[in-house]
Antibody
């Protein structure tokens, strides 16, 4: 059974940093691309970032480019999102999602339950 | 930045057909994907590559594409289909993935 478990969320002040993690199990992690998708409270889905199976292709939404960094450790079956210079508008539930393919293209066929990030002073 | 446009809400009675549209300039060149999200739950993929249905998704879910508009059709809607539905696709560069604003399907 595919499982994606996010962690690392919490309350953080504007301008500070936070690192999210996603522990994957139930599939061959290094065969598939992975993504982060966020959802602000009461709002829609927003793709944040994606990374191919071998980290050779990486992409970011314009809203986070230059502030967030995605990475993966295939030996540890883990996905990460380093978030710097956080803003109030980054407040959201952050989902880890598995791609159907090795390249960082949709669809996203499995999702975690999310970790909540709240940016507030 | 690229946008996909969905109607905010669609309402149907049980047993009827629901159609949810998604419009975007790059849709003639890029595949579309559809996700269902129920309250308090993570999204679930229901359609990929415009019209393909993942295993485990009921046959009443189908997708189609015509020009700059893609459509998710739910035939014989059931109460359990009440949810938010999001389309997803790429911008013209094919490197940025965008979601539509979401459509709340209400089963009357």
């Amino acid at each position: 059974e595919v499982q994606l478990v996010e962690s690392g969320g919490g309350l953080v002040q504007p301008g500070r940093s936070l690192r999210l993690s996603c522990a994957a199990s139930g599939f061959t992690f290094d065969d598939y691309a992975m993504h982060w998708v966020r959802q602000a409270p009461g709002k829609g889905l927003e793709w944040v970032s994606g990374i191919s199976w071998n980290s050779g292709s990486i992409g970011y939404a314009d809203s986070v480019k230059g502030r967030f960094t995605i990475s993966r450790d295939n030996a540890k079956n883990s996905l990460y999102l380093q978030m710097n210079s956080l803003r109030a508008e980054d407040t959201a539930l952050y989902y880890c999602a598995k791609s159907f393919y090795g390249d960082y293209v949709p669809p996203f066929d499995y999702w975690g339950q999310g970790t909540l990030v709240t940016v507030s002073s | 930045s690229y946008e996909l446009t969905q109607p905010p809400s669609v309402s149907v009675s049980p047993g009827q057909t629901a159609r949810i549209t998604c419009s975007g300039d790059a849709l003639p060149k890029q595949y579309a994907y559809w996700y269902q999200q129920k309250p308090g739950q993570a999204p679930v993929l229901v359609i990929y590559k415009d019209s393909e249905r993942p295993s485990g998704i009921p046959e009443r879910f189908s997708g189609s594409s015509s020009g700059t508009t893609v459509t998710l059709t739910i035939s014989g809607v059931q109460a359990e289909d009440e949810a938010d539905y999001y389309c997803q696709s790429a911008d013209s560069s094919g490197t940025h993935w965008v979601f539509g604003g979401g459509t709340k399907l209400t089963v009357l």
